[in-house]
């Protein structure tokens, strides 16, 4: 199993800035997995963080955008760059060891 | 058209009641997993499956590889069941799909 501490639980930000969310986990796990959630939608992949590589981005997102640092096997932070309203969202860690382990997740309003 | 679909989207029922959630997907898959999301955001693993079936609590979840098919069950349903319930699945590669998940609301 797998315990993810993730921070801040919330925030409200003023648009144009950056906000970075971090995640720590209990145990060592090679990918480290990043994921939106606008309102009423389902979870949606950014990006896969592997230690010692840069991040695998999917399609529509892009490094400018969501930074992301894996500076090793317990740990990570993804950065949402020059906010927008569109921005607010859920932002989620997660990892999978024997099952899918989730952070609390990330609530996230541009003003 | 999503990899993964739910049914229904919404649910509503009495304290006591038996609950199914439904979960079709169209990829040969390794894996389904049932999450749980309270309102906060947080996310709960329930369920991994490759086959067959699994109980924990009052939470039952079943798997059919051949028809590509998963229900969860939840029997004598109480208020702190609601949440929305989400499947996903594990294809070809590391990558999870979800579904869009199902709002349970459990009225006492």
């Known amino acids: 199993s797998a315990v993810i501490s993730q921070k801040p639980s919330r925030d409200i930000c003023q648009r144009g800035t950056s906000l970075t969310i971090q995640c720590q986990v209990d145990s060592q796990v090679t990918m480290m997995f990043w994921y939106r959630q606008q309102p009423g939608q389902s979870l949606t992949l950014i990006a896969t963080a592997n230690q010692g590589s840069e991040a695998t981005y999917e399609s529509g997102f892009v490094i400018d955008k969501f930074p992301i640092s894996r500076p090793n096997l317990t740990f990570s932070t993804l950065t949402v760059s020059n906010m927008s309203p569109e921005d607010s969202s859920i932002y989620l860690c997660?990892?999978?060891?024997?099952?899918?382990?989730f952070g609390q997740g990330t609530r996230l309003t541009v003003v | 058209k999503n990899e993964v679909e739910q049914s229904p989207q919404n649910l509503t029922a009495q304290e006591g009641e038996f609950i199914t959630i439904n979960c079709s997907y169209s990829v040969g898959i390794s894996a389904l997993h049932w999450l749980q999301q309270h309102p906060g955001g947080g996310i709960v693993s329930l369920f991994m499956l490759s086959s067959g079936k699994k109980k924990h609590g009052r939470l039952i979840a079943t798997i059919n590889i051949q028809e590509k098919h998963s229900s969860l069950h939840i029997t004598a349903s109480h208020p702190r069941d609601s949440a929305v319930y989400i499947c996903a699945v594990k294809g070809p590669g590391y990558k999870l799909s979800f579904g869009a998940g199902t709002t349970v609301t459990v009225r006492a």
């Open positions: 997660s990892v999978e060891t024997d099952e899918a382990f």
